[in-house]
């Protein structure tokens, strides 16, 4: 696993309602972001769909030399969802994991925090190196993917030490110790996923370049006008 | 129904979704309105509750409700799995670090690395909180139809997030399907010898850029009939969902009242239930 998921009850009430409460807050930033222009169909079923491949991808163990790892690809999400649609994905797949033990019910708000980090820089060091630097597609894809699991892999580390886990008696300090070596774990997992990633980036990029950064281009609304341009009607 | 999952270890959706639609136990005709209430007082109470005997208790209370769905318990102690792994990698450390009486100590490497009891125990109750919760929950996913919990979806959700829910949640069951009959294809073809990381890496890529590929193309199919059919903004519901009944409402007061208990002994007065 490319990142870890909190299980129900690893934190007390206050800092499970804490965390829940900033989820929210990035929730109702990431709704208002795409509230502000009317949401095109294609955009609702773009991240529909990936919401159900990144959920049945999860499904599928990689054999690696490590171990088998199942990827969750949330930068993926990101880069082809954007960074606000990709937030509301990651919901969506946190609510579809809590329902099978993939995290829990109370830690829908933390786990989401940790990966709407990860759509949202996923994104936006992807276009970095897209756009700024002319990276090709398999580098971008790895960069943007390993950087951004990377940097969720420490914030795990710092919301677990903030929050300490509720029956444990160790400090602050001794918690983040402990986690940091996870966190080391992780980041092997992240590079895992960041090649897998970079593969499937350059592959669309062969075969469905429109896809990539496709958020940041602002395609024409492809919607089907049922109205004839040009005038009105005849007769 | 035969499971196709390609990991044992995870609840394959449409297996899941099987039960629902087919069962016909007293847990399946119990109203989706209380199933959701009971489902959170299940996560608020383990949460809440610190003593591992009364964890044990809301875990045995999960596995009885389960049961009672006429449900496969031998499919569920492997689904266990999952989030054995993910308390596991979170706790593991704390066995040997958190303060206690020494269980077992070794000397690796001049080090002396010990298990305490407080460190068995925090992991214990950590896995019976995880596993108390994922019971009830894939209970209530395994007991209730498909088009309730879409009902209850697009009320409790706002517009947007419905909207992505449901129809995510619409195509999952072909999505999985169609990742499953790549992954057949390949193994058919003996894919699953390829000898090398980077070549099995570079496969499974391909597997999965193949589906978010058609998944892509899927969406746009998607969008085009949405609109042709009026596309508003939302999905309207046709099918009523009841109210809870009488006795789930007597159920779900019962849930907050254990629920007021279990805090007012954790916050107010520690010797209520011995904890």
Known sequence: MAHIHLEDGAFSPLWLLTWSAIAAILIAIALLANRRKEIPPRKIAIAAMCASVGFAVFMVEVPTPVGPVHMNFTPLIGILAGPGMGSLVALVINIFGAAIGHGGWGMVGPNSI?????????????????????????????????????????????IVSISEIQGSNLTRGETLNNMLILAVANVVAAVVEGIVTGYIVSFLGRVRPDLLLAEAASPPDKRISLVTSGGAPDG | MARRSYSKHIPDF??????????????????????????????????????????????????????????????????YTLPLFFVASLS???????????????????????????????????????LAVV????????????????????????????????????????????VSDVLDAMRSRGGNLAKGALRQT????????????????????????????????????????????????ALIALGITSLALAAYSRYFDKGLFGW
Do not use: C
Request: aromatic share 16%; glycine share 8%.
């Open chain 1, 114 to 158: 940790v990966n709407i980090v990860e759509v949202v820089i996923g994104y936006y060091t992807f276009r970095l190196f897209k756009t700024k630097s002319r990276t090709g597609d398999f580098w971008s894809g790895f960069s943007a993917t390993t950087i951004a699991l990377t940097i969720s892999a420490f914030l795990v580390v710092l």
């Open chain 2, 92 to 130: 593991i450390l704390y066995i040997f670090t958190e303060p206690g009486k020494d269980l077992f100590r070794i000397q690796l490497l001049g080090i002396a690395v010990a298990i305490t009891d407080s460190g068995v125990t925090l992991m214990a109750t950590l896995l019976v909180r995880a």
């Open chain 2, 14 to 79: 449409r297996y899941v979704t099987y039960f629902g639609e087919t069962g016909r136990s007293a847990v399946h005709s119990m109203n989706p309105w209380t199933k959701i209430g009971l489902l959170f007082f299940v996560v608020a109470l383990v949460t809440v509750v610190m003593d591992l005997y009364w964890l044990l208790l809301i875990l045995a209370l999960a596995i009885a409700f389960y049961a009672a769905g006429r449900l496969p318990l031998k499919v569920l102690f492997g689904w």
């Open chain 2, 202 to 249: 570079r496969m499974f890529a391909g597997i999965f850029g193949i589906a978010f590929v058609h998944a892509f193309d899927r969406a746009e199919r998607i969008a085009k009939a949405m609109e042709a059919r009026g596309y508003i903004g939302e999905f309207p519901v046709t099918e009523p969902l009841n109210k809870p009944t009488a006795g789930g409402y």
């Open chain 2, 135 to 178: 019971t009830f929950s894939l209970a209530v996913f395994m007991t209730t139809k498909y088009t309730h919990i879409t009902i209850i979806a697009s009320r409790v959700m706002p517009g947007t997030l419905a909207n992505i829910f449901l129809l995510s949640y619409r195509f999952m069951f072909e999505t999985s399907d169609e």
